[in-house]
């Protein structure tokens, strides 16, 4: 699905068609400045064989609050949803027969200038491609080695950490590569001289510990500082676990000391990143 934007005529009718490329201008300030943004949405197929997608109202919101902090142009969500389901429609038998698999929804917004220059886009696509997916890492639903080196820092406080840009992956690339020359699968992202905890790869971190009060509790890095993704599958988690009321829910940033002390005490039960992916110690 593709539709075009100019900023004095809006939004063009939206074409749903064959996967196919794309002719740009070569001076397209997406590809000199970056000005772009995506989203991740996944379809599902449950066991009465209907297909569902995961919250894509959150996914919308979050990226309409992107678009404004990118200066790419706003659109409406709720239209936009609908033609999202259109399209899974369409593709519907690409999704998964599967308990562990989706189809992967990817909508995307880039500046399409055909001017070289540092500006707001006067000119822009939108377009959602999708796509098969089954677990991330080849070791599927077990747990995996993380590289933690405060070295490397993917985020800063009023920067564009809490934004789905491409910007932020491309320079976390030569970090995971570092990683897996080491035997691990993914990164976990450390932030200032406490090394809080933030991310692990592009995935929000929970962690569930008898802390040093003696509670059970649920713990997730905070949103307040913009250090984080504000993950749809996270928010979830935190409401189900909030209404269970069986443990505490904290949203604070561990550190590593906070962790390695708890291992030693053996008080961490397990870690967890949206997608749910198992982390033990």
Known sequence: MEVDWHIEKGWEKPVISPLHNFSLHPASNVLH???????????????????????????????????????????????LIKIISKLVKIDKEWVPYSSTGSLYLRPTLIGTDPTLGV????????????????????????????????????????????????????????????????????????????EKLTEVGTMNIFMYWKNEQ????????PLSDGLILPGITRKSLIEIAKSWNKFKVTERYPTMEEIKRAIEEKRVSFNITCDFLLYEF
């Open 33 to 79: 400045y970056a000005i772009e943004l995506f989203e991740g949405m996944k379809a599902y197929r449950g066991v009465d064989n209907k297909i569902r997608i995961f919250r894509p109202e959150q996914n919308m919101e979050r990226m309409r609050r992107t678009a404004a902090r990118s200066s790419l142009p706003d659109f409406d969500a709720k239209e």
């Open 119 to 194: 500006n707001d886009p006067h000119y822009a696509k939108l377009f959602v491609i999708t796509s098969p997916a089954g677990t991330y890492f080849p070791t599927g639903w077990k747990p995996v080695t993380l590289l933690a080196d405060s070295e490397y820092i993917r985020a800063f406080p009023g920067g564009v950490g809490a934004f789905k840009m491409g910007c932020n992956y491309a320079p976390s690339i030569l970090i995971a590569k570092i990683a897996a020359s080491l035997g691990c699968q993914q990164v976990l992202w450390l932030y200032d001289s406490d």
């Open 214 to 221: 003696g509670e059970e509790e649920l713990i997730t890095p």
